[in-house]
């Protein structure tokens, strides 16, 4: 009976090592990939910005023409839109 008693303790042992090994490996491999994930989108954002930043600016002088007087131009990512100003007497 002491027998069974300590093959019973030693499995148990053996399981919990391995689940404190199992826990900690997928938990330095999750971190691993957020921080290759994270480099991936920092490079991303960069040329995203370079790409927006040397895009082509209106100049205000172009948008407002006098037959364009009701209407607004607002920017979407990297283009434009015009899109007409709510009149605040019809409200």
Do not use: Y
Not at 15 to 35: G, M, P, R, S
Not at 52 to 72: C, L, W
């Amino acid at each position: 009976m002491k027998k069974k008693c300590l093959w019973g303790l030693g499995i148990l042992l053996v399981c919990i090592v391995h689940t404190f090994l199992f826990v900690t490996v997928n938990q330095n491999a999750k971190k691993l990939q957020l921080e290759t994930d994270l480099v991936e989108l920092q490079k991303m954002l960069e040329k995203h910005h370079k790409t927006v930043n040397t895009s082509k600016t209106i100049d205000a002088s172009n948008i407002k023409s006098p037959d364009e007087q009701r209407f607004t131009w607002v920017r979407q990512g990297n283009h434009w839109h015009k899109v007409p100003v709510p009149n605040l007497s019809d409200r």
